[in-house]
């Protein structure tokens, strides 16, 4: 998903540290993999995206796994 400038993949450090960088340097808090994580499904429930689809791009062993987890966030129709 991340290559380098030769186009190779990125090993999970380096990927670490570049994203930290580029957040500290757009003057944003510090962010784990998690809240960017949490942050994207979240809007996409917000945005209407149905939740067994949300589901299945974050590789959760069930949609009631999903909806629980993002309850506040996927409409009442969702769950």
Do not use: C, K, Q
Not at 13 to 34: C, D, F, K, M, N
């Amino acid at each position: 998903m991340f290559a380098t400038a030769i186009g190779t993949p990125r090993n999970g450090p380096a990927l670490t540290h570049a994203s930290e960088v580029a957040i500290e340097r757009a003057g944003l808090p510090r962010l784990r993999w998690h809240h960017l994580r949490r942050a994207h499904a979240g809007r996409l429930l917000a945005a209407g995206s149905d939740i067994a689809s949300v589901s299945a791009l974050l590789g959760h062993s069930s949609v009631a796994l999903t909806a629980s987890t993002y309850a506040g966030v996927a409409p009442a129709s969702a769950a």
